[in-house]
């Protein structure tokens, strides 16, 4: 039985390439089906940011000329915004934002310092919302990814059931118990 094609549903680019795949290309990471929250990091200016965008190219990124930046799709955590990040994640598509599910986020501080965060257990989108803002006083902002615990596959501590190929993967360079 053939494996089926790994797929990157929601935008991921770097240098303003897919990661998997051409632009406008289904599971390229050069497109994705609703406007959502993505984290880029735009090499030329040093800086984080979250933006919605439906297409991971660099006319709807905001990002210098020069093609040095990488994007990764989510959903917006909105970490500034108390009062309407739940509407605003929740039109973005968060999966069962009210369920009980294990949860992963790429978060970024002042520092420039950015986080991938995983649950240990199953929780609700406000509860893993709510822990991501408690790891440091200057987080500034930062993304729920779609994966669940599939971000957990190569970490030793979880267990996951997913056993789709990954196009895309974040390297964890200094893993910390939070």
Not at 57 to 85: E, F
Request: glycine share 10%; charged share 15%.
């Amino acid at each position: 039985m053939k494996s089926p094609e790994p797929y990157v549903y929601s935008v991921a680019v770097n240098n303003n390439v897919p990661i998997n795949g051409s632009f406008n290309t289904y599971g390229s990471g050069g497109t994705q089906d609703v406007e959502r929250g993505t984290l880029v990091w735009n090499d030329s200016t040093r800086a984080y940011f979250i933006q919605q965008t439906k297409k991971g190219d660099q006319s709807t990124l905001w990002v210098g000329w020069n093609d040095k930046y990488w994007a990764q799709g989510g959903i917006s955590m909105s970490l500034q915004d108390d009062s309407g990040w739940y509407d605003k994640a929740n039109n973005e598509g968060q999966p069962d934002i009210d369920g009980s599910w294990y949860r992963s986020g790429l978060l970024y501080n002042e520092g420039l310092n950015i986080f991938l965060v995983v649950s240990t257990s199953e929780c609700t989108s406000s509860a893993f919302r709510t822990a991501c803002k408690g790891i440091e006083s200057n987080m500034v902002d930062g993304i729920f990814l779609d994966g669940a615990n599939a971000a957990q596959m190569k970490c030793s501590e979880f267990h996951t059931t997913h056993t789709r190929p990954l196009a895309a993967m974040v390297e964890i360079v200094n893993n910390v118990s939070l």
